[in-house]
């Protein structure tokens, strides 16, 4: 804390000390498992099509998820109580701890939720050349 008289300046200067200055978590939650041999990356995506989902890989650790669904058009006859529906947009970038194969990688999409399987990558470097010690 810095001694200044902004208590709200106090607190969020206090969160950015407890989160390391972190941005926050955006509209999309995930759980990122890692099983062994995959990663397994969970989001729920209530209201969208299959067809409203676009699942990315832009390099071998990086996942990007979004999803997008318009307003219902609305007809001139309708005539509307209440209307609280809107489109909307959801988008998360997720790093991977470990390169993946993206050949492999694969997306299933039931009841709302999104499941991203993701194979790791096996190194098959030998582990570099042994030195004996004279």
Known sequence: MTGSTDPFGDIEELIDVMTGGLEPASDLAVDVADTGDEFVVVADLPGYEQSDIDVQLTDSTTLVLSASRE?????????YVTRERHGQSVSRQVGLPEPVVESEASASYEGGVLTVTLP???????GGTDIPVN
Request: aromatic residues 0%.
């Open 71 to 79: 307003t219902e058009s609305v007809e001139a006859a309708d005539r």
């Open 120 to 126: 790791k990558q096996t190194t098959t470097d030998d």
